[in-house]
């Protein structure tokens, strides 16, 4: 017999997390506490991003209760009956994993977690000001970074242009791999034409152009483009691996990003990676804000499956009240120090 609890706490961001959709101050995330008869505990983090996640923040927290409170019924079903919460289907999904090794918050034990290891990672560029953007690559550059990404469809699309420009006056792609990140900035009327433009930039890929759910034009989209185009928002919601099959089957972009909270964890992730590789499609992970605990099982799992592109797992200093852990950056690589310690949320 197990049992379960719960704690929320609000992330803050060390400063505006600026996007295509707006501007993030805050997020919410919920800690799940997992014990089993023999004392044993394991911990999940449920981190939803309000407007993006599938999962409902008005109906998300009354549904943790739920769950803490019948958890011995929902470890049966999780997968199959909170298909509508993949954030709180990862939650369970990385305290059930915790709970089951001996390390607590080491779910997959790898020469990462014994400190030998690391993760190249990208590094991310928030939208702002031309200014703003400037100097923050500056920054991400004089720290050893050779992977940058970029949010675009904010500020004016001239200006971002030139930014790029900027950019490529200084480092050429094979100094410097430049991804951008349109989170379904353009219309599909528009798209090619603002691809066309964005292609002068020797660019390696740009993340999901145009909004989810307009699969005939991404599939031409993908097939006109002069960049390499990356699927993103366009997993969300999609259970079962015949339909994940179906829409990589329908699309063929080149590339698929995998944020297990909101595909709903590692086991749908899983799915997704064997559906991009029956379609010659290359994925990568990134994490979707979560805080340390969540980051640090994305990062784990990512390791051990030794994809050979850029992770973008460089979300855990963007917090001011992070849950400290082992986790930590070395320009652009990301280490886990086995000799530090966790703070407990649930004591905080």
């Known amino acids: 017999m197990y049992k379960a609890e719960y704690i929320k706490r609000t992330l803050i961001f060390n400063e505006a997390g600026g996007t295509s959709r707006g501007t993030l101050y805050e997020k919410p995330s919920w800690f799940i506490r997992i014990y089993d008869e023999k004392g044993r505990s394991g911990m999940g983090e449920c981190s939803i991003i309000p ?7 008005k109906l998300l927290e009354n549904k943790i209760k739920e769950v803490c409170r019948d958890i011995n019924n929902y470890l049966n079903t999780y997968h199959e009956s ?3 919460f993949p954030a709180l289907r990862f939650a369970i999904e990385m305290a059930m994993l915790d709970l089951n090794n001996n390390r607590a918050f080491e779910l997959f034990p790898s020469e990462f977690t014994r400190g030998n290891d690391s993760i190249t990672i990208n590094g991310l560029i928030w939208m702002g000001s031309a200014n703003e953007m400037l100097k923050r690559i500056d920054q991400k550059l004089q720290r050893g970074f050779t992977c940058l990404k970029l ?10 242009l030139k930014i790029l420009q900027a950019i490529r006056s ?5 100094e410097l791999e430049l991804r951008v990140d349109a989170n379904g900035a353009f219309s599909p009327t528009e798209a090619l034409v603002k691809l066309e433009a964005l292609s002068k930039f020797d660019l390696h890929s740009i993340e999901q152009p145009i909004m989810a759910g307009q699969a005939e034009a991404m599939q031409r989209l993908c097939d006109k483009s002069p960049i390499d185009i990356a699927l993103d928002e366009e997993l969300i919601g999609i259970n079962g691996e015949s339909a994940k099959l179906d829409i990589l089957e329908t699309i063929q972009p080149q590339y698929i990003i995998l944020k297990p ?7 749908s992730a899983e ?30 799992w990512v390791f051990k499956k ?3 592109l850029k992770q973008g797992l460089g979300t855990g200093q963007v917090f001011s009240n992070n849950i400290q852990s082992p986790l930590y950056l070395m320009g652009e690589q990301l280490y886990y120090d086995k000799a530090a310690g966790w703070t407990n949320p649930f004591d905080s």
């Not at 949010?151 to 971002?160: H, L």
Request: hydrophobic share 40%; charged share 20%; glycine share 10%.
């Open 82 to 84: 909170l298909l509508l």
């Open 170 to 174: 200084h480092y050429s792609n094979k």
């Open 51 to 57: 407007g993006l996640s599938k999962d409902d923040p």
């Open 261 to 267: 909270s909101l595909l709903g964890g590692f086991q």
């Open 151 to 160: 949010k675009v469809g904010a500020i004016d699309f001239n200006e971002e």
């Open 271 to 300: 799915e997704w990676i064997r559906a991009a590789e029956h379609n010659g499609i290359r994925w990568w992970a990134t994490s979707a804000l979560e805080g340390n605990v969540g980051l640090n099982a994305i990062a784990q």
């Open 306 to 308: 030794q994809n050979p």
